[in-house]
């Protein structure tokens, strides 16, 4: 039976079967009802660089809420700059399988205005 969650693990499995194949870093994100998680991943390593989410303390402080787009671009702020001091400029934009909108829009284009490539 194919539920919501099957079917989004499904086309996030097709999209990182062909950027492992191409070995590209990926900047891999992770969606929940009340956070929201990135991480950039080395594609031939598969070894984590960085990572970013609404869990950090001083990112929960400067945040009233961390389910929503403001937290989003936060968190692609803060990815892009972590990326960044680690020498990783192009990413391949692994979304795991969410709808481009709202939340993974919001955080995708955060992390391209402050210099990551996708």
Partial sequence: MMTKN????RRATKSRA??????K????????????YAQVIDGKTNKIIASASTLEVDVKKKLKNTSNTNAA?????RIADKA?????????????GYRY?????ALADSARENGLTF
């Fill in 25 to 36: 870093t990926r900047l891999s994100i992770h969606r929940s009802n009340t956070n929201i």
């Fill in 73 to 77: 671009t936060e968190i692609g702020k």
């Fill in 84 to 96: 960044i001091k680690a020498g990783v400029k192009v990413v391949a934009f692994d979304r795991s």
């Fill in 101 to 105: 909108h709202g939340r993974v829009k």
């Fill in 18 to 23: 062909n950027m492992a194949y191409l070995g």
């Fill in 6 to 9: 099957n079917a989004r693990i």
